[in-house]
């Protein structure tokens, strides 16, 4: 017992344990489980959804169907294999959660993990922690930001500030993540999940006994793991010399245009020397590039992981973080170092060889200001581009599929189109089911989610830069 109140816990909150079928002989046991809310029962849909899906992709010796469903889509064996949204349940969430004037503080990550699942939930859960810091982190840059253009005595001062303000958020920002995230592990009982976590459906291995227990495994040579990593991250090395070389042409692009006797004649004077009409066009250029590759990049690094033949879920998710971070930091950023360190020591060099002849991109003893005009235009592209492919992307894909289902139903006879083709008065079209509504809609799986985390940490890292 807590005597001095030192935990916000009750001692039996928050235990959970193997489930024990309740028979009349263990009836006793039925107050150990907590039911939920809007139910009679102590599994939540998507718990029972957990129980379907592992039920269809077991093994047949451990009682299951042993249905490769990835394999089934992927043959186009079946369309799609998803579950039916609770309309009850998804409205009361949806009456919840999209408020118009709701604080990321205040949502409903209860609710929005018992509907969608943990990975869902805890998402939500880092979004809304990061948008509330960010309240602090842009409150304080818009105070710099003002001070810096009044041009009041000691404002320099206020740069260097700024400098240490942003290494104590981000330093209390991740420690205060890294705390949130222990808790909700702990409350929503996801703590030594991966110590229990089973084979992944799509791993492939030759059945032996395993020396240390002498159960059926499945085994993989570690010899040949190796050399699929080594591959994958071979040809992630020339994903980046590509996108370097790309990026290396806009710069040599913008450096020509940019020359005497050009130069006169594309700059804006209204613009100051950071913002002329090249170099616009130059950081627009490579903000289209580095949100393009990263978006195309995320289905190959999915295909190189699938290559590895990763034994858990957890391993395949794992090296995949690996992959796309690697890719995805060095296309992001790259340009960016590029421009602070290496433009000014170049510039340097070349600035009077042929064909140049010109000092425009001499900046001592670090481009500062050019960077962060490319920081700023990539940001903002990013987020426009960011918007287009979530929210515009999928609407104009629904209406393409809705389009096709609908020419599709006019290809069909009359005895298919109609409810009773031989009965003028229960003549009428035929309406679409739930099912095939939400076959429709656009997916979000696993590496839609992903993708979404990517987004977030190269957007921390802008807001950090």
Known sequence: VDEKHQCRYAYYEFIYGKYVHITAQREHLRGLFEEYQGSSSIFRGVDRLKLIMSIMEADIKQEGCSLLLRDLIAKGAVLAIYPLHDDIELHALQNEWLAYLSMPWDQPIERVKDYFGEKVGMYFLFLGHYATWLFAAGGVGLVVFVAQHSRAPGTQWSVVAMAVFSSL????????????????KMEWGMTGFEELERERTGFVGAPINSPVTGMPELYFPPGEKVRRVLYSYAQIVL????????????FYAYAYVSRYPYQNSLAFAVFPKAWNLPR??????????????????????AYLNGIENHRTDTQYEDNLIGKVFVFQFANSYGSLFYVTLAQGPAAEQIGFLEPWRTRRFTCKPMCFEDAGAL?????????????????VVPFLKLRQRAKVSTGADADMGDADEYDDPFDAALMRKRQLSPAEEQFLKDEYDNISLFNDYAELVIQFGYATL
């Open 169 to 184: 958020w981000t330093t209390f920002f991740l420690q205060s993540w890294k705390a949130k995230q222990a808790t909700a």
């Open 375 to 391: 920081l700023g235009t990539i940001f903002l592209i990013r987020v426009v581009l960011g918007n287009v492919m979530e929210v």
């Open 239 to 250: 994903c980046m010399l590509y996108v370097t070389t790309i990026n290396a042409g806009v």
């Open 280 to 301: 616009i066009l130059a950081h627009v250029v490579l903000a289209g590039i580095i949100q393009v590759t990263n978006e195309y990049f995320m289905p190959f690094a």
